[in-house]
């Protein structure tokens, strides 16, 4: 139970009285667990439509393509495009379904650092007009972690770097070992955050509105898994900023789980 009291006015504006209340925090709880079960519910049925119209839209297109009619064929792939979109959003509410239960499974094993970044950021700049560099200072080599896992974070800090960058050209991605730590950098020159607000981006739902001149799309939950999978890791996740300025996020990861 939570027990509350409440103050009672006089007219003078001297508490006269005050009443207390008891609420069953319970039926609280019952709620968010019926709330968290309909998104998962939910998620996963709005998932297998899109699956489908996914591979119906590429039928289409490389018809399209094949058939010489590049205009009509533009339009099938900007609709792929926003079908990926889509299907981002809909893992994301599932990926933090499975973190409330519990249920988000790594599946560790060895794979190349240095390559895995390569590929993330050539999928990235596909979509981007930013120019994506990398930069190594050494090379990481093997790293025994869930790759597809973090190649999501990988993914998700460099999509918000390009996202909250919308007056810049560039973002500067670099990777570098310390000792038997593997470091990835993000970049950008962009809206920046708030000193007061660097830790909360990393906490569930949690967006800081645009300015006047731009509003961003999303959940607020990017950050919120990508801190989730490092933990799990047992890395680091950070972010250092300057209003107006840009952002530089970084985690660090072992390379190899004690
Ligand atoms: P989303 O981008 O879907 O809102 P995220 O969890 O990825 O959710 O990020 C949470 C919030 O942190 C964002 O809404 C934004 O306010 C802020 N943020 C994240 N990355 C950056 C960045 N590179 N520059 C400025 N703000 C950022």
């Not at 839209?57 to 609709?79: H, S």
């Not at 560099?133 to 770097?161: C, K, M, P, W, Y």
């Not at 840009?246 to 004690?258: E, L, Q, T, V």
Request: proline share 2%; net charge negative.
């Amino acid at each position: 139970f939570l027990g509350r009291a409440i103050p009672n006015f006089s007219e003078s504006g001297e508490v006269n009285q005050w009443t207390g209340t008891f609420t069953d925090i319970d039926e609280f709880k019952q709620l968010e667990t019926q709330k968290d079960n309909f998104l998962g519910i939910a998620s996963h049925e709005l998932k297998t439509p899109l699956t489908s119209l996914k591979l119906y839209t590429q039928f289409i297109k490389n018809n399209l393509e094949k058939a010489g009619d590049p205009k009509n064929a533009n339009v099938a792939r900007r609709m792929d495009y926003q079908i990926d979109l889509l299907t981002g959003l809909i893992n994301e509410l599932l990926d933090v379904t499975k973190i409330q239960k519990g249920q988000m499974q790594l599946n560790e094993s060895l794979f190349d650092f240095d390559k895995l970044v390569d590929e993330v950021v050539e999928e990235q700049q596909m979509t981007s007009r930013h120019k994506l560099f990398v930069s190594r200072s050494g090379t990481i080599g093997e790293v025994f972690a869930d790759r597809h896992r973090i190649s999501q974070v990988i993914a998700n800090l460099i999509s918000n770097a390009i996202k909250y960058s919308p007056d810049a050209d560039e973002v500067h991605i670099s990777t570098s070992l310390h000792g038997d730590q593997a470091q990835f950098n993000v970049k950008d020159f962009g809206i920046g955050i708030p000193q007061d607000k660097q830790s909360k981006v990393f906490e569930q739902y949690y967006r800081i509105n645009g300015s006047k001149d731009y509003t961003f799309s999303g959940l607020g939950l990017g950050l919120f898994i990508s801190a989730e999978i490092i933990r799990r890791t047992g890395g680091e996740i950070f972010v250092s900023s300057v209003e107006g300025e840009g952002s530089d996020f970084c985690f660090r990861i072992p390379k190899y789980k004690n």
